[in-house]
């Protein structure tokens, strides 16, 4: 069983002290583990998870039963549940990670110097990776397959709400990476609810090198207040589309629909439509009455009411700056490209930013000028995602440009240290 | 003339939030500038410095005044003083940077996925670098040009002491940019002593994207104890030499002596020599004796200090975790290449470590195993630097994992965001 169950935690401190030198000391283990012990790891707690579904759903209707007499609403105790769909997506999850290429250990740029020493980089593990997160309990699976397969170990702090479901998938990884060969500690799961646990997380630089919080703007706004360790936040998406006055009409109306209605609640949605002027009276009735058709809300500056008549809502200053993740979105006129970027660089989120344009030098000024994690040509924003780029997966989406900026896979989990081949040189 | 200082500072708060405002705007433009106007800016300032050297140096010469009358030491009077050396060793830094290529605005990994849309990265800027240093007056030309290559803006803050000086070097920092086209704001240096400036730098995340500090041990880890902003830190080098079994002798001499001897007062200079107990007898007492013809004191461990006799001196368990900076250097045995790495981990400080070794199986597992941010075989440890890595120039050596490890150059002040481009593309 897992090792923090067996730990007795009447000191929280001493007990998260104990846990980051377990999860420091495995570290070194994991870093230099092989390709095949981890991808076993991973098919092993997969396996695990498989044939101990019974438990895994006993365990989580510990949780649901306790959540439902604290009187958690509906959407809560939804994303809290696990049933056999989502053990199967965890299992699918934990064997598409398993079936990516190991980034560890990755040697690149070996160029002999002047001095005669041969200089590069091999890519490696941070070490410890804190994640910090809210119900959902398939996290607790996946944050700590890409960790794993990134060679880093694991310190996972899930909802409060969801602690029989996430010490009952630990017991899987656990049992997993044991019977790979690897150190238990590799992954561990925070064995108490005690709030201090956070606190104290994310201010053992000694023992956790990088956090990653999931969950709503608040509790990141919260760890970031406090931690001492480097944060890959993921604050919000303000994201925009800008239809250039030499945008194609119907790649406009078409990414200007999927960007809003395609899903309505996550961060890549865009929240405000930037329209050249010039096209505006031909362009936005068209594309209004199909928003309109979806029941989603239009707010739209003096202009922009004024082409729409009076079902737009007029907008107020404080639109801008809104992410409504919901049916509604708010529309401004601009004169011109320029106009649309300060408008961005005043009220984006350095999320995801989108331009229609049939015009190479305003494509090209718009990829180069735009401070976003992602900056679009004639493309839907929702497409910002590890899974539609590529990455195989995803761990969370940086709005920092620090180490990581954008959806970060297996690689932003990684650093890069420099290697030096001599053959017996000393410097001059 | 400097923006800053036309600005009253009697509200230390207000100054500081203005000028990080300032470079925040100046930074957009920046971000944007061409190659073209970079380089004619870097070679402005040059000139610039070229042309008023007698105003440099009357500055410099308020500085050193007022640092001979508060009676700072010999060794801080050097550091603080510009000569004609000096300020040709800028000039030369300015023009070398000038002629790096430009790593801003680089495209690159642009595939094709399955949905069309074709996903790559673009190089950017971080946004807006802080440095903060200490006395040496050069920093404020050197770090103001490798963030200006890299497209960021910078606000410098430098020791009080060189007050006059950095001041003087602003000056023709703005002028050489407004001469270019640039905004003068992308080159701000804090025009207080007040140290409250050096608390308010650190917790401005809307102004300030990253700081650097460059100064001693005890600069840096007050500033990373209370930054709300991402650090990258140089915190101190316990560098190591493993001498494995199957080391070739003469190799094995050779590199141990450099990286001890080459220089005693940097960061890359070995601390500790550990050897495989194997060959100790043949191996040390040789070394031992050129080591003690260049006045180093040799402190050793039970083993060692029984082959090299009494002047060994006993090595005490602080010895393993001290940055000497000085002729001293510990030595130690060990039974092979696991307790090397193990006393490594233990020990060292994560900067640079070096294996002599003719085993290939050694010398990739200690490549591989071994978390530094420099490893390496059959080298000196002195080799851990930008220049000698062909980074061009360093803006100072990382000792953190997250973002930039090792030698940080020109990369090191950028980030890369994702670029998307479609024909109309939306997600189904």
Redesign the interface.
């Known amino acids: 069983m897992s090792h923090a169950a067996n730990l007795k935690i009447d000191d929280v401190s001493a007990y998260m002290r104990e846990l980051g030198q377990r999860a420091r000391a495995a570290s070194?283990a994991l870093?230099?583990a092989t390709t095949a012990a981890k991808n076993e790891a991973l098919h092993n707690i997969a396996d695990d998870l498989d044939t101990r579904r019974a438990e895994l759903i006993a365990a989580n209707r510990k949780d649901l039963d306790a959540g439902a007499s604290k009187g958690l609403d509906a959407a809560l105790l939804d994303r809290l549940e696990l049933n056999n769909a989502r053990i199967d997506g965890m299992i699918e999850g934990l064997r598409q990670i398993a079936a990516l290429p190991d980034p560890i250990?990755a040697i690149f740029d070996m160029?002999f110097?002047p001095?005669g020493?041969q200089?590069g980089r091999?890519r490696?593990p941070?070490?410890v990776v804190g994640i910090i997160y809210e119900s959902r309990p398939n996290v607790t699976a996946d944050a700590a397959a890409l960790c794993l397969k990134s060679g880093n170990a694991t310190v996972l702090r899930g909802g409060s709400e969801a602690f029989h479901s996430n010490q009952a998938i630990a017991g899987s990884i656990q049992r997993g990476l044991e019977l790979a060969g690897l150190p238990a500690d590799a992954v561990q799961v925070v064995a108490t609810t005690d709030r201090a646990a956070v606190d104290l997380m994310v201010t053992m630089p000694e023992s956790i090198?990088?956090i990653i919080p999931r969950g709503g703007k608040g509790l990141i706004e919260r760890i970031?207040?406090s931690a001492?360790v480097?944060v890959i936040k993921h604050l919000h998406g303000v994201c925009h589309v800008y239809v250039d006055d030499e945008a194609?009409p119907?790649?406009a109306f078409?990414?200007a629909?999927?960007?809003k209605t395609?899903r309505y609640g996550t961060c890549n949605t865009m929240e405000t439509l930037l329209v050249n002027e010039t096209i505006a009276e031909d362009f936005l009735p068209g594309l209004a009455a199909a928003y309109w058709d979806r029941d989603v809300e239009l707010r739209g500056c003096e202009q922009t009411c004024r082409i729409l008549g009076s079902d737009c809502v007029p907008a107020t200053p404080a639109d801008w700056d809104e992410e409504y993740l919901a049916p509604i979105l708010s529309i401004r006129l601009v004169s011109d490209l320029d106009e649309a970027m300060d408008h961005i660089?005043r009220h984006g989120s350095l999320h995801t930013e989108?331009i229609?344009t049939e015009n190479y030098s305003n494509a090209r000024?718009f990829?180069?000028?735009v401070?976003?994690?992602?900056?679009?040509?004639?493309?839907?924003t929702?497409?910002?995602d590890g899974f539609?780029?590529?990455l195989g997966a995803e761990i969370g989406i940086s709005t920092?440009?620090?180490?990581a900026?954008?959806?970060v896979g297996l690689e932003g989990l990684t650093?890069?240290?420099?290697?030096?081949?001599?053959?017996?040189?000393?410097?001059q």
Do not use: T, W
Not at 400 to 403: M, V
Not at 415 to 427: A, E, P, Q, T, W
């Open positions: 070194r870093a230099a250990g160029n110097r001095s020493i200089v091999m490696v941070l070490g090198d990088v970031s207040a001492r480097p194609d119907q790649k078409n990414v629909l999927n960007a395609q660089a989108s229609v000024r990829l180069r000028e401070d976003a994690s992602s900056v679009m040509v004639n493309a839907s929702r497409f910002a539609e780029y590529g920092d440009k620090f180490h900026r954008g959806p650093s890069v240290k420099f290697i030096v081949l001599g053959d017996g040189h000393i410097r």
